[in-house]
């Protein structure tokens, strides 16, 4: 099990993280259960910044890529067509049920960009976040976990703002 969560760690963080032009501008460390990249972006010199956090083979991450904020789902052994539509829903543990639209990126990622500030911002002393991801034929749920979300998010959102 440990290493379906490493392999997902890594596939997720590689395919969430643009090439370093060098391998050497990219900064790594844990905040709770979030796993943080910090690198620079070759052609903005802006900060590119990940937050990943893991719910057994599932995973969540929190981006700010080319200034713009988003999150990110990925699921071990779960495959979507690049450029297919999902409902994704989140709720923060007995919050709001944020209801979005989600944006297959790639067969391993699911993206949704609308509402990514105002959910982080409601993750902010969460708990937990529910993740429902529907597709034409089928859905799947997931919880992961929140250990002090409040520092990783506030690393991606500040990537962000400037």
């Not at 543990?93 to 949704?112: Q, R």
Request: net charge negative; glycine share 8%; hydrophobic share 45%.
């Amino acid at each position: 099990m440990k290493a379906n969560r490493i392999g997902l760690a890594v596939l997720a963080g590689t395919l969430a993280m643009p090439i370093s032009a060098n391998g050497q501008d990219r900064q790594t460390t844990h905040i709770g259960n979030f796993l943080v990249t910090i690198e620079k972006d070759p052609f903005s010199d802006k900060d590119t910044v990940v937050a990943l956090a893991l719910s057994g083979t599932d995973a969540l991450g929190l981006r700010c890529l080319e200034s713009t904020l988003s999150l990110v789902i990925a699921g071990q052994g779960r495959t979507w067509t690049e450029g297919d539509s999902f409902n994704v829903k989140f709720r923060i543990d007995n919050k709001e049920i944020f209801d979005e639209t989600g944006l297959a990126i790639s067969s391993e990622l699911v993206e949704v960009q609308d509402d990514a500030g105002k959910i982080m911002d409601d993750m902010n002393g969460g708990r937990s976040v529910a993740i429902r991801v529907t597709g034409a034929v089928s859905f799947y749920t997931f919880t992961v976990p929140l250990r002090q979300p409040d520092k990783a998010i506030a690393l991606v959102k500040m990537a962000c703002a400037k």
